[in-house]
């Protein structure tokens, strides 16, 4: 009997986010994205799940990326959209038209930052929205996903 292929999900980060480890460490941690990678790697794998990084500081990077996902048909999208998660009209309309259940994240609490980081776009475009935990929201939200879509979580101790 065959095994059944892999289900994909894409790990989408937006600007600066090239620079985690470095920029502003008070707020975003010393884990660089390359340990971000890593962590939604092997999360993802725990639920029998390969995870798809991509990292562009281009808006039209990443609604190319969420349309590549659509077209591969992807069974989630997990986006950290950084500063786009504000202001991006194109990102929410990629999401919705892609009809993948999302989940958008950020390192940091967006609610207790400046005003004009309360409000998201790509939240609105995604069934949940984890924030405030550091890299860790990541493993939160591919739980979380995986829960969503069914996913059977092999081994619970490290995910």
Do not use: W
């Amino acid at each position: 009997m065959a095994e059944a292929p892999q289900q994909t999900i894409y790990v989408l980060n937006g600007p600066n986010l090239n620079l985690l480890g470095t920029r502003e460490p008070e707020t975003y941690g010393h884990a660089t994205l390359a340990d971000v990678e890593k962590l939604c790697i092997d999360t993802a794998a725990a639920y029998g799940l390969t995870a798809e990084c991509r990292q562009s500081n281009h808006e039209g990077v990443l609604v190319d990326c969420i349309h590549e996902a659509g077209a591969k048909q992807a069974v989630g999208i997990i986006i950290n959209a950084g500063a786009y998660s504000h202001t991006s009209i194109a990102l929410h309309d990629a999401l919705m038209a892609v009809k993948i259940p999302a989940v958008e994240v950020h390192i940091s609490n967006i609610h207790a930052r400046e005003s004009f980081r309360h409000h998201s776009f790509t939240a609105k475009a995604a069934f949940a929205s984890v924030c405030g935990f550091g890299i860790d929201g990541y493993r939160l939200a591919i739980a979380g996903l995986a829960e969503r879509i069914g996913a059977g979580n092999t081994n619970k101790a490290t995910a």
